[in-house]
């Protein structure tokens, strides 16, 4: 960008701190236009200030050392100068956690902020928004409760909701139930299913197209812009739609694989939803001869949160059983119910549900260990009770297993890896490896019905799952998001859940769709850097068809031609950078994010030569977790060590491993990277950023080598969003073994 300004705010002690003229030297050395001081920046004197300085300089572009750019937001918003803006966050990177050290040392520190912030601007220019033409309707795979929902959610909102449905009639599953779990005050008894109104609403719409005995036969393109084929009635139909939600629900566990629980031997021995048909048809009875129960046991946990069956809880069966203990009781009060549970789940409002129903049967606590057949025709159930820790037998007419949910998802991955080998196989000179395709092609049919979505992506024809068989989300801060942009789970296959949490989950996932197109007809990204309108550009005139860029991307934003370069899909596009963190020719770039613009700023540091003993260390710090908890930090009154200079990253995945050597070769003593946790207990913003980052880092023992330094100058630190009190930890560590090691080599070239 042409022609800089630079902005001081003296405020919040940053004046008695800084020295002004010693920092505004380093930015007109930096290439600074111009360079002002103003008390209080964020005033509506100091703004005003601004906008005139723009207007009379001709800037194209303001640097403000101030705050952080997480604070005083509104405040500084220049969007309709179209100028570029980078805030300096002298105060929470400077003045506040280097209080007490070294006068040279905070200075230092204050110039070189200004100096990277004026060279990542001479690097960048301004985002233009795509513009892509964009479809409002949102494509609705499932007519079950939480489809049905969100069918309703969007068309409230004004949008037209294409729903797919696979069974002869909308409702799913809640067409068999007579009762729900009560979702209203004052959550003491069962109400009636509304599932019928529910549907007949839906029918009537004028904006919700419904599909039955539908399939998707494929889905191509991206949000805004998705082509999807349906197959009904014999006839396939091409429809576009803006987003899509998959609510295609769960299914009961086979309940005849837990064997000692003696489903498959005993006839009289059912699962919770073949009694819900029974309390839908009006009449419980025993399968084996007709007659009503006397005594009915209910087995919580039937093959749940087992390691051999289903390790998860699925949440909403301990307060099913108790419904249907209530709904028996109507129906025959002259019968007994016992429930036994491993540990009773009626969470929030539902205690009161819990308490109503224990005034209509026992509920104890055991694990069952057999169920079994006796001689006059009754059940006889093993247990171990653990409240009165002995083991004991009750005897029993029916027995009900609280069998848990599986998600009715297809296994995408395990597609899109046998297609890739398949292909691998029929192209190969092998004669051995051809003949294995044929074995390949099998296995690869036998999936085929399971396949859901059928998209057109490179990474798959269906949602990635988690270990569980639910597709992949962020639960910690997208629950409704999953790894294929616009596309959004809802319901039990989003998560167990009952009734009353599966419509919660219809309205959320309709809510995010509707979001996901009005942000794609805006030509911004949905999450999480939510509104941000820049473009990926691709150098493709040297690119080396690596495809590192195709198959490191989390979210299947790029396919790529029969020669493997790449093609940009840029309304799925998260812009994390991760593509330009894994190509290694760096033909990636956003305007506003360039990997020549982070060089610059790694270079635009004054490194102190060896015998000044002033080492420096470059943190690369995550946007989403590290970078606010060192803010937390800041604001707490924490001190770290003067030698860090602070470099932010959009994701650690976007990390190219040439800023390291850069770093290096400018004189740095060590690197430090530090983002977000990864693993199932904590996620990465971008899922699989930081777990992308440090297998590249491996790679970087070549380049120290290289270098002839030692490996140790390098390290990956995990850091969750609440971790405020590592980082001067983290900083003295660190700093501590930089010093053991000595100063880099590189040090002054």
């Not at 400077?94 to 209080?99: A, G, K, N, Q």
């Not at 009289?268 to 309390?279: G, R």
């Not at 490191?552 to 998260?574: A, H, M, Q």
Request: charged residues 25%; hydrophobic residues 40%.
């Amino acid at each position: 960008m042409d022609k800089i300004g630079v902005f001081l705010c003296t405020g919040c002690n940053i004046g008695n701190k800084i020295d002004a003229e010693a920092f505004q030297e380093a930015a007109d050395e930096a290439g600074a236009a111009t360079c002002m001081t103003h008390s209080c920046l964020c005033s509506q004197e100091g703004v005003d200030a601004i906008r005139n300085a723009v207007t009379a300089e001709g800037l194209g572009a303001v640097a403000l050392a101030a705050c952080s750019k997480r604070v005083k937001v509104a405040e500084f918003q220049f969007d309709d100068l179209e100028i570029g803006v980078e805030r300096v966050p002298l105060r929470e990177q400077v003045v506040w956690p280097l209080d007490g050290a070294d006068e040279e040392d905070l200075q230092m520190a204050a110039d070189d902020l200004i100096r990277m912030a004026v060279a990542k601007l001479e690097k960048t220019s301004l985002p233009v928004p795509a513009t892509e033409e964009v479809e409002q309707s949102v494509l609705i795979v499932g007519g079950g409760l939480a489809g049905l929902t969100a069918a309703r959610a969007v068309s409230g909102m004004g949008h037209e909701a294409i729903l797919v449905e696979s069974g002869e009639a909308l409702g799913g599953y809640m067409k068999a139930v007579a009762y729900r779990i009560p979702g209203s005050p004052p959550y003491d008894s069962i109400h009636k299913n509304d599932i019928d109104e529910v549907v007949a609403t839906v029918e009537q719409d004028p904006r919700i197209r419904t599909y039955l005995q539908a399939r998707i036969e494929s889905i191509s393109g991206q949000p805004g812009q998705f082509d999807v084929s349906v197959r009904s009635n014999g006839s396939v139909e091409s429809l576009r739609a803006g987003a899509i939600i998959q609510a295609t629900g769960a299914r009961p566990y086979d309940a005849a694989k837990i064997t000692n629980l003696g489903y498959a031997d005993c006839a009289d021995v059912v699962t919770t939803q073949e009694l819900e048909t029974m309390i839908q048809s009006g009449k419980v009875i025993r399968p084996s001869n007709g007659q009503v129960p006397k005594r009915v046991v209910f087995v919580q946990c039937a093959g749940s949160r087992d390691p051999d069956h289903l390790p998860y809880c699925s949440g909403e069966c301990c307060a099913t059983s108790l419904k249907l203990v209530m709904a028996i009781r109507q129906l025959s009060a002259s019968t007994e119910c016992l429930v036994i549970y491993r540990d009773m789940r009626t969470p929030g409002q539902l205690e009161h549900f819990y308490e109503s129903a224990q005034a209509q049967a026992p509920c104890t606590r055991g694990e069952v260990q057999s169920v079994r057949a006796a001689g006059d025709g009754s059940l006889q159930v093993a247990m171990h009770n653990q409240l009165l820790g002995k083991d004991l037998t009750i005897e029993a007419d029916l027995v009900v297993l609280a069998t848990g949910m599986v998600p009715v998802s297809a296994d995408g991955d395990a597609i899109r890896q046998l297609r890739d080998a398949l292909h691998r196989a029929e192209t190969s000179e092998s004669e051995i490896q051809r003949q294995e395709a044929a074995k390949l092609a099998e296995e690869l049919q036998e999936h085929q019905d399971t396949e859901i979505l059928n998209l057109n992506y490179r990474q798959g024809p269906d949602l990635p799952l988690l270990k569980y068989s639910f597709p992949d989300s962020h639960f910690i801060c997208f629950p409704y998001e999953t790894r294929r942009t616009g596309i959004y789970a809802a319901g039990a296959v989003h998560a167990p859940m009952d009734a009353t949490q599966a419509e919660e989950d219809g309205w959320g996932a309709a809510m995010k769709a509707v979001q996901c197109v009005s942000s794609a007809a805006r030509g911004e990204a949905v999450h999480p850097r939510a509104g941000d309108p820049a473009v990926a550009k691709f150098a493709l005139q040297r690119c080396t068809q690596c495809k590192r860029c195709t198959e490191e991307c989390p979210f299947g934003t790029i396919d790529e031609d029969d020669k493997g370069t790449p093609e940009y899909n840029v309304l799925r596009c998260r812009r994390c950078g991760i593509c330009f963190g894994a190509c290694p020719e760096r033909i990636i770039s956003f305007p506003d994010y360039t990997v020549d613009a982070v060089a610059s700023m790694i270079k635009a540091v004054e490194v102190p030569d060896e015998d000044e003993e002033k080492p420096r260390i470059l943190a690369l710090m995550c946007e989403n977790d590290a970078l606010p908890a060192l803010e937390d930090a800041a604001r707490l009154g924490m001190k770290w060590n003067a030698w860090v200079r602070i470099i932010p990253v959009r994701c650690l995945g976007s990390v190219n491993t040439v800023w390291v050597a850069d770093s290096l070769s400018s004189g740095f003593d060590g690197v430090l990277l530090m983002g977000c946790r990864k693993g199932d207990d904590y996620q990465c913003h971008y899922v699989k950023g930081s777990e992308l980052a440090a297998k590249r880092m491996e790679n970087v023992q070549e380049t120290l080598d290289r270098l002839a330094l030692e490996s140790e100058r390098i390290r990956i630190i995990e850091i969750a969003r609440d971790e405020a009190e590592r980082i001067p930890e983290i900083f003295a560590e660190f700093a501590e073994a930089i010093d053991e090691i000595g100063p880099n080599p590189y040090k002054g070239f």
